[in-house]
């Protein structure tokens, strides 16, 4: 199995920022696409940023130019840099990985357990 441990949530005002970081630990053999989505009280779950294993990067247009997804490959870890961040991107946010354990034939997709973030004056 896998094990995804996140942190980074909190409170901040707005204009303040924020990074969330997702490592992800098992018997791995590749991780594929990092993810990170939000989900605000009486919303669907939605993308926020996207990291294939390439480096490419999709980021939901509610976040450009102010969120950068990373990731490091050594680490196994999946980082959300949020920069500006306004009342709106109040949400608890989950890490979704894709990935291939030695003892896989095929990929699979992992969840984090979520982390709160909180955007108030």
């Known amino acids: 199995q896998v094990q995804l441990v996140e942190s980074g949530g909190g409170s901040v005002q707005p204009g303040g920022s924020l990074r969330l970081s997702c490592a992800a630990s098992?018997?791995?053999?590749?991780?594929?696409?990092m993810a990170w989505y939000r989900q605000a009280p009486g919303k669907e779950r939605e993308l926020v940023a996207r990291i294939d294993s390439g480096g490419s990067t999709n980021l939901a247009d509610s976040v450009k130019g102010r969120f950068t997804i990373s990731r490091d490959n050594a680490k196994n870890t999946v980082y959300l840099q949020m920069n500006s961040l306004k009342p709106e991107d109040t949400a608890v946010y989950y890490c979704?990985?894709?990935?291939?354990?030695?003892?896989?034939?095929?990929?699979?997709?992992?969840w984090g357990q979520g982390t709160q973030v909180t955007v108030s004056s």
């Open positions: 098992g018997s791995i053999f590749s991780i594929n696409d």
């Open positions: 979704r990985v894709v990935v291939r354990l030695y003892t896989d034939t095929y990929p699979r997709q992992y």
